[in-house]
């Protein structure tokens, strides 16, 4: 570690400890709740899964009755969990510095895949908060049952109807730094057999002011989300239920991108059926049926003439349908067990019609040419109870999985890489894990795990055709025939906890053989014009990464509180060099005093400075930044059955100048936010 990393980190620890720390919100329904949110939000539970696999309960409570926060702002502040930048919506999700088809991102179970070849609709950025209960982070052991990774999984669960209770939510919010207005309610009607929720949200966001007042073009988005549930009691120990959320965002400003996006728009329905001790031997059983259709297009014609060398529209479908079943067996002794079976069918098709600004005849391509992706999966977890300090658990998980084109067009294409288009690959994913978990007297509890895993090459790395990264400036090409990447992790937590202070330190290593990476190849010629060359998908014969995190909470005196949460990663490929993408030593830190219906928050956001990089993926060194948010809220008692909940503050309070260094093309950040949120429950 050089003197410039040195000096990076100590302008973020000393900025922590002396602006002090993060914002924490307060909700009296939430049972388990995440660690740091940006904004507030209401989650009925946050769910972070850990080794131990046990559930974060921590003395900083970031969930309050407005839910106009987005989806980004709550995944930013969630433990593993890192966002890459490329706008200021639709984050893309990494966990411990692993993303794309390395994690599982599911909603209540079910797969969802983006329509998007540059990643500019991520899973979950067609959820919103006022959707979601249960946002399940499982970095290590239960990530399996979700699907094949190597990185862990992310299951956005959504807000469920509850039967005989009649109650709703209005919440509005106003920025300065956008001109931003975000609005979400929902309404939940139950009686004793049927109940229905309904919720959504409308967002209207500028472009928004970084630091010093610059306005940062291609910042805009428009937004609109609806939900519903309906669920029916069968007697007494079934429920039936049917979900359907749907999901549009327009004229979406990518400012790190060449092109912005005019419409990404889902449809996502299930059927659920769900016994509570129906079977003999089965605590639980669940099946479900679901379907979601993805539409996404870019395009350029916001952009002036002098940004855009050829104008071209980009359009992309993502169809998938699936079911799965998961049981939860009675107990058996010692050993407590969960069993699912699942299947998803996904179809993938992207185009790219590029326009000749002569008149001269249009190019036109597949870039994702028609995929269609069977995988059938079974998956099972096994918690054995040694004693009352031990516990055990053993799981695992197998796919069988089959990748294919059929668009005449798109085998065409591939005749010139080599390829007939006809073949139908198969693969095998696994995962096996255990996990040890002990206490330690009464205080302390120690956990750790290790797992072999794989998983499945993503549509862009099998099939891809000149995918063009604004990153590194190259167009991206797919090889059929591609490796699935393995994974060989361990991960050790030691865990604090009293009265007074809790703590919790985790470090785990990730050793990842056939790493799937671009590498150059300097006999191809770029599709874009001025793109730097042609990269194809390899496999690289390893990669490794460390992640490690430390998180303290405190209770100093009667009314106060203060937390603190350190992250740190770093990686590098078989040849030394440093992988990219990697987010440095970040720090979220917050004191806050609560007193009745009042509480008054002081928050700094910070990390060092990153200068373990990959050139080669066009990027470059990045700064250190630090900045201070302040926060206050009060909650007025309308009538016996209703509050209203204000709360106000100012984002990046002096006005800071920055960006960090998972944001691409090293736009900056929004600069001084006053915000205003009301809130009404009843």
Known sequence: MNM?????????????????????????????????????????????????????????????????????????????????????????????????????????????FGACTDKMDPSSSYIEPINLKKAEVSCHSNASMQGSNVGGSLNLRTRKAKFSTIAGELNGSLNSVSMGQDFSGGVNLGGKKLAIRMNGAIRNHDNYKAGGGEIIKYTQYQKQNLSINLRNRLGEKWILEGDYLYDEANDVGFAALPMDVAIARTHLASVTATGYSAISGIDKIQIKVYGNQVYHLMDDSKRPDEEVAMRMDMPGWSDTYGAFAKLNLGRIGKHKIQLKT??????????????????????????WPDVQR??????GVDNIELNDKNSLAFSGRVDWATTGIEDGFGKRQLTGLG??????????PYSISVLWNRRIGSNYQVSWSTSSSSRLPTTSEMYGYYLFNKEDGYDYIGRPDIKTEKSLRTNLELKRKNRKVDWTVTAGYNR??????????SNSSAMTIGGNGVKYFQNLSWAQIINSSFQLDYLPFKNWSISTRFNYNWGEKYDKSSLPQIQPLTNVSAVKFKRNKF???????????QLL?????GEDKTPSWAVLNVRAGYQIKVTKKSTLDIKTGILNLFDHYYYRHLDWGNVPRAGRNFYLNVGWKF
Request: aromatic share 12%; charged share 20%; net charge negative.
């Open 4 to 112: 410039k990393q040195i000096g990076g980190i100590g302008t973020m620890l000393i900025f922590s400890f002396f602006s002090l720390f993060g914002q924490v919100t307060d909700s009296a329904a939430s049972e388990e709740v995440l660690f740091f949110q940006l904004k507030a939000y209401e989650l009925e539970v946050v769910s972070v899964l850990s080794d131990s696999q046990q559930v974060n309960n921590l003395t900083l409570n970031p969930i309050a009755s407005n839910t106009t926060s987005t989806m980004d702002e709550v995944l930013e502040k969630t433990p593993q969990v890192q966002l890459i930048k490329r706008g200021s919506f639709a984050y893309d999700p990494q966990i411990n510095a692993l993303g794309g088809g390395q994690i599982t991102v599911s909603i209540d179970g079910m797969r969802i």
């Open 342 to 367: 699942d299947y998803y069918y996904n179809f993938r098709r992207a185009e790219m019609t590029m326009f000749d600004p002569n008149g001269g005849a249009d190019m036109f391509m597949l870039t």
């Open 374 to 379: 069977n995988v059938l999966g079974v998956a």
């Open 419 to 428: 390829y007939s288009g006809d073949e139908v690959y198969v693969h095998f």
């Open 512 to 521: 990842l053989f056939d790493f799937i990476y671009g590498v150059l190849d």
């Open 599 to 609: 509480f008054l928050l002081l928050e700094s956001e910070a990390g060092s400075s």
């Open 613 to 617: 990089i990959d050139p080669e993926f």
